[in-house]
């Protein structure tokens, strides 16, 4: 199984500004995954990390609003850029190893005023 | 376009009850299925992963089902217990190369003492 920790786990940011977060898996593993949790909703997949290369976004998410980078095999970085009060959610990272089964972080609280 | 759909959306039940959640999901061609539980302010944890040529996993109290062919999957769980209170996410895993998971919204349960 992998373990995966988040920084920050949650924040409060003002509108205008932007977020970085962190997450790092205590193995190396082949896919890494940024997904967004609204409030009452369900997990929607942001976009799938790629070590060395630019991440693939899901409809809906472009790269400028959610940059994300993938240094090596167990670490990628999640920024929410410009933040609106709609981008308020939890965000949670996701990795996938040789097995099939998919661990998640604990997820970044984000609120914005 | 794959769908996910969990029925009920909530359920409270007394301890010691054996209760069935239900997944459907719109597109039959999946690689697997997975159950996860989410604690409030918490991350996924996950419960039981079914390959498509599988038709049940089990673990401890918990089992489940998959009939690929009519796209739906139960999840068992045995006399329940008040620890089991959470929400429980069901996801699938698309053929066609993207390897994401398309979650459902999740059945809340409670588990009254």
């Known amino acids: 199984s992998a373990v995966i920790s988040q920084k920050p786990s949650r924040d409060i940011c003002q509108r205008g500004t932007s977020l970085t977060i962190q997450c790092q898996v205590d193995s190396q593993v082949t896919m890494m995954f940024w997904y967004r949790q609204q409030p009452g909703q369900s997990l929607t997949l942001i976009a799938t990390?790629?070590?060395?290369?630019?991440?693939?976004?899901e409809s809906g998410f472009v790269i400028d609003k959610f940059p994300i980078s993938r240094p090596n095999l167990t670490f990628s970085t999640l920024t929410v850029s410009n933040m609106s009060p709609e981008d308020s959610s939890i965000y949670l990272c996701s990795a996938r190893g040789g097995a099939e089964t998919q661990y998640f972080g604990p997820g970044t609280r984000l609120l914005v005023l | 376009k794959q769908e996910v759909t969990q029925i009920p959306a909530a359920l409270s039940v007394p301890e010691g009850e054996n209760l069935v959640l239900n997944c459907s999901f719109t597109d039959s061609a999946i690689y697997n299925l997975q159950w996860f539980r989410q604690d409030p302010g918490k991350g996924l944890t996950s419960l039981l992963l079914?390959?498509?040529?599988?038709r049940e996993q089990t673990s401890g109290r918990l089992n489940a089902s998959l009939d690929k062919s009519s796209g739906r999957s139960t999840l068992y769980i045995a006399a329940s217990q008040p620890g089991d209170s959470a929400t429980y996410l069901c996801?699938?895993?698309?053929?066609?190369?993207?390897?994401?998971?398309?979650f459902g919204k999740g059945t809340k349960l409670t588990v009254n003492p």
């Open positions: 996801a699938v895993t698309t053929q066609g190369g993207s390897e994401k998971l398309v």
């Open positions: 990390a790629n070590q060395g290369s630019e991440a693939t976004y």
């Open positions: 079914i390959q498509s040529s599988q």
